[in-house]
């Protein structure tokens, strides 16, 4: 007997991924009902070789659901991922709305899988935003071996972070600047194509942005509340993948090498480190993988213990979609849900 699964935000750019990947990975649903505002009711959405049709989340009875993947927005979640929650089924929200509340686990499987224990306060555990997740992808294992005292990050985010309004406006700001048409900015607060903007999200009392808060307080709630860090997070004229420049401070020595076999050997990890023309991952290589791809690995002479890394991974893969399917999955292996339909 397989679960029930309903996709909320269906015809979203992480939605579709979300069915894109529940299919690939062999998900065992029995059912899976793609839900979206009543705008979007009767819009077709792929899942594998079959066509769904989007139902409206706000008439959706979800009391014979067991498990929904959110993606729909933050103020969305606000108001239905409780009352979800209540009806018995399992919310596993992509969007900020419950990141930072004590009752809501916050989870990256490869990072903190025993957290999730914790999901049954209020039906709800959430994914963490999608630089954050390939990031401490890479600072676990390194933290485990030689205990991080501090990161600082740059970020290079991909326009598919701020939704299709995002990866629209890059393609026709793009076509613009080839045929001399005049160029927007809508989505961005300057022009995107053949730019970079060092702004993402709203801007913070001390001067960082919303972004490189998340940064902060969702690694220290993951991975370890005495790692200082510090991020400028960076808007780029990319598609698809986010990419870092992470410099790391650890309180134990850690060569190059052994941070390379240790990055070698973890899960989520793909090390592709030749000193070589070409001989790492840049965005393009990422799009439409699982990984977090980790290049340039090499000891920073300025710091006692201390490394750089070059980290890149699809956003919309573990960044979003694929991390709130791996939930899932977890849910389902450590038995901690089991199909109402069988219950009853």
């Known amino acids: 007997m397989g679960f029930k699964i309903a996709v909320a935000g269906a015809t979203g750019n992480v939605g579709r991924e979300m069915l894109n990947i529940l299919e690939e990975r062999g998900f065992p649903a029995e059912e899976v009902v793609p839900l979206a505002s009543r705008r ?64 809501v686990p916050l989870i990256v499987p490869e ?23 390939q990031l401490v992808v890479a600072l676990k294992p390194l933290h485990d071996a030689a205990t991080i005292r501090r990161v600082v990050i740059s970020t290079y985010q991909s326009v598919s972070g701020a939704g299709k309004e995002g990866m629209d406006e890059l393609f026709e700001q793009t076509r613009a600047v080839f045929v001399a048409d005049p160029i927007e900015a809508k989505k961005f607060t300057k022009r995107i194509a053949f730019n970079v903007i060092p702004h993402i999200d709203v801007f913070m009392e001390d001067g960082s942005t919303k972004e490189e808060w998340k940064m902060v307080a969702e690694t220290k709630k993951m991975l370890d509340a005495k790692i200082k860090l510090t991020a400028t997070c960076v808007r780029v004229p990319v598609f698809i993948g986010h990419s870092e420049a992470v410099n790391i401070e650890f309180e134990k020595p850690i060569t190059a090498d052994e941070a390379r076999e240790i990055l070698r050997e973890a899960p989520g990890c793909l090390v592709v480190d030749k000193r070589e023309d070409g001989g790492y991952v840049t965005p393009l290589e990422s799009a439409g993988e699982d990984a977090a791809y980790i290049s340039r690995i090499r000891e920073d002479s300025t710091l006692d213990n201390g490394l750089n890394l070059w980290v890149v991974s699809d956003n919309l893969r573990k960044g979003a979609a694929l991390n709130t399917v791996q939930i899932a999955e977890m849910l389902v292996a450590r038995g901690l849900i089991k199909p109402k339909k069988q219950a009853a």
Request: aromatic residues 8%; negative net charge; charged residues 25%.
């Open 40 to 103: 979007s009711v009767g819009t077709e959405v792929s899942y594998g070789d079959r066509t769904l049709k989007v139902k409206a989340l706000d008439s959706y009875d979800f009391s014979g659901t067991d498990i929904c993947l959110m993606s729909a927005g933050g103020s969305v979640s606000k108001e239905w991922s409780p009352r979800i929650g209540k009806q018995g089924c399992v919310v596993i929200d992509n969007s900020s709305a419950w990141r930072y509340d004590a009752d």
């Open 111 to 133: 990072v903190n899988a025993d957290a999730i224990e914790g999901f049954t306060k209020k039906n709800i555990i959430a994914n963490p935003n999608c630089s954050t997740a």
